[in-house]
C-alpha cells in the first residue's frame, strides 16, 4: 500500500531490487532518521523487507545483482552481516549468485567470510554448492589477498 508520505516496507524493497537507487536515496536513505529508527531491535530497513522472508533491501539488491545499489547502501551504513530468517548474510546471497564485485564490496565493508547461517553453511559452502570456482578462490583469499595489498 502507498500513501503519500509513507514508505511501503514492500516498496522499499521493489525499489532495491530494481535499481532505482535515486528513488530509495529520497524515499529511505536521505530521510537519516527513518534509517536508523528501531522497532524490537530491528531498523527500518529490515522492516522494510519483512514481507520478502525478512531480508533486508540490501540482500534484495544483492541477489538481485544491482552493484550501484549494494555500493549506496554500504555507503549509508546498511548492515553488512544481517541476517535473515535462515540466518543467510548479503554474502551468502552473494556467494550462491555468483556475484563476484559485491562480495568483494560486502568483504571490504567488513562481511564475515566465515559467518554461518542456521544450516551451518557459510559463504563457501554455498559458493561449492553452485560450483563458483571463482568466487570460492575470492573467499577463500580475501584475507591474504587484502594484508598483501596493503603492504605493497
Not at 67 to 75: I, P, R
Not at 106 to 123: C, F, R, S, V
Not at 125 to 142: E, P, R, S, V, W
Request: proline content about 3%; hydrophobic content about 40%; overall charge positive.
Amino acid at each position: 500500500i502507498k500513501t503519500e508520505g509513507c514508505v511501503s516496507k514492500l516498496m522499499v524493497c521493489n525499489l532495491a531490487y530494481r535499481g532505482k537507487l535515486e528513488e530509495v536515496k529520497e524515499r529511505i536513505l536521505a530521510n537519516k532518521p527513518l534509517a536508523m529508527r528501531t522497532d524490537r531491535d530491528r531498523s527500518a530497513l529490515h522492516w522494510a523487507c519483512s514481507t520478502m522472508r525478512d531480508w533486508s533491501p540490501l540482500q534484495t539488491a544483492v541477489c538481485a545483482g544491482q552493484n550501484e545499489t549494494v555500493k549506496a547502501l554500504l555507503g549509508k551504513g546498511a548492515q553488512v552481516n544481517a541476517v535473515n530468517q535462515n540466518g543467510s548474510t548479503p554474502l551468502h546471497h552473494a556467494a550462491s549468485k555468483n556475484r563476484h564485485e559485491i562480495a568483494l564490496m560486502l568483504l571490504e565493508g567488513g562481511a564475515n567470510p566465515d559467518g554461518k547461517d542456521h544450516y551451518e553453511a557459510t559463504a563457501k559452502h554455498q559458493a561449492t554448492a553452485k560450483g563458483n570456482f571463482k568466487m570460492i578462490h575470492i573467499l577463500l583469499y580475501y584475507k591474504t589477498l587484502r594484508v598483501t595489498l596493503l603492504h605493497t
